[in-house]
């Protein structure tokens, strides 16, 4: 190597370290952010039913299971982007491309439900806003749906069809597949299907149509059906109405059927459920805050989260270890602008490691030309990040 290409390669690696501390990794997932001062109030009744209008007159073993997706809203998104790649593979096929996935059981589920998994994969802020109301208030979640399920029925628009049964055992509306091997993901506008909208404070998010979908005449009408082999498992334990005992169940014969061909060597059995009721695991969260402190406080450590100062330490030490071998950690000025706006911290960090680097001059060190960066501050650049949360 030439002596130009020796001085010039230091300050090279420096804009590279420099460029991989600040700049976030495609693909991007856009999740919801804890408010400051968030409160840890329980939603209303009128909240949760705007949050659930968009699922809750799906067959209840489908409804079950992205409630448990909703949970990991991380793994929703991999997912929504794998199945769109994949989306040829069926079967045996499919289940083995599965085996290499480290998603949660929920998650993995519904990549045989395209329709469902891409609804949450195209909003997963909605996403995670139904999960943290499935953690904080699993029982009352399951109320809004069966109070949005009678205003349905009593609007005419949910009722027996060739799809998918409806049964009413006492004031409990009960949807399942006509077919259990055949399962129809309805598609409706949430803001016309329960008659007019009750809540104008809290309006439904927009409706989902899948791609070649057509407009009919019918407020509710179904696609393709679904052969789901024993991708279906889930359930619903209708309980005592709002603030009762409902909660959200699991098949284990087909659970246990399901991971047996889609499991990797990673899949632990004993975390997922108790006693055929489900029980989140936190360590598929990933990154992802939780919408208020209280979950935050339970969850936050089990899911291997980092803090805020934790990461600023860990990029000073990194800035540190540059600076030792004659290398700038700040950040190149033309970086800025390909920044994501919102990321007000990386910029704050920045613009504050531009005043306390010392000023570069025209004329190349002398005796740090030669010095090679340690190890250790390449080690630590390790570490899968999406969308500002690592995995």
Not at 248 to 276: C, D, Q, W
Request: glycine letters at 8%; charged letters at 15%.
């Amino acid at each position: 190597m030439n002596p130009t290409r020796k001085q010039f390669a230091p300050r090279l690696l420096a804009s590279l370290l420099s460029i991989a501390i600040m700049a976030p990794m495609t693909p991007s997932y856009v999740f919801a952010q804890p408010a400051s001062g968030q409160s840890n109030a329980p939603l209303s009744q009128q909240q949760l039913s705007s949050l659930v209008a968009p699922i809750a007159l799906y067959p209840d073993p489908l409804v079950s299971q992205i409630l448990m997706a909703s949970t990991y809203p991380l793994e929703v998104g991999e997912a929504a982007t794998w199945q769109k790649q994949n989306s040829r593979l069926t079967g045996s096929a499919l289940d083995s491309a599965l085996q290499s996935q480290t998603w949660d059981p929920s998650v993995k589920s519904l990549v045989s439900f395209p329709q469902a998994l891409q609804m949450m994969g195209s909003d997963l802020s909605w996403t995670q806003k139904l999960g943290d109301a499935v953690l904080a208030q699993q029982s009352d979640v399951m109320s809004a749906i069966q109070s949005m399920r009678a205003k349905a029925k009593q609007a005419g628009n949910l009722a027996t069809t060739p799809q998918q049964t409806v049964s009413t055992s006492g004031q409990t509306i009960v949807i399942q597949p006509a077919n259990p091997q055949v399962v129809y993901v309805p598609t409706y506008n949430p803001s016309v299907v329960y008659g007019p909208w009750p809540y104008p404070a809290y309006p439904p998010p927009p409706p989902y149509y899948p791609p070649g979908y057509e407009m009919g005449t019918a407020l509710l009408s179904f696609g393709v059906g679904m052969a789901v082999g024993a991708a279906l498992w889930g359930g619903m334990h209708w309980g005592g109405g709002w603030g009762g005992g409902s909660s959200i169940t699991v098949n284990n014969n087909n659970f246990n059927n399901f991971n047996r061909t889609t499991a990797n060597a990673n899949f632990k059995s004993g975390s997922f459920s108790s006693g055929g009721k489900w029980q989140f695991n936190p360590e598929h969260r990933g990154n992802v805050p939780y919408s208020n402190s209280s979950l935050q406080n339970k969850y936050g450590k089990l899911s291997g989260q980092t803090s805020d100062r934790a990461r600023d330490q860990e990029r000073d030490q990194l800035r540190q270890n540059l600076q030792k071998n004659g290398l700038s950690g700040s950040e190149p000025k033309r970086s800025s602008e390909n920044r994501e706006p919102s990321r007000q911290s990386s910029r704050d960090s920045g613009s504050r490691n531009e005043r306390e680097a010392p000023r570069e001059t025209t004329r190349e060190p002398e005796r740090e030309t030669s010095r090679e960066p340690s190890r250790e501050s390449g080690e630590r650049l390790g570490g899968e990040r999406i969308g500002g949360f690592r995995k």
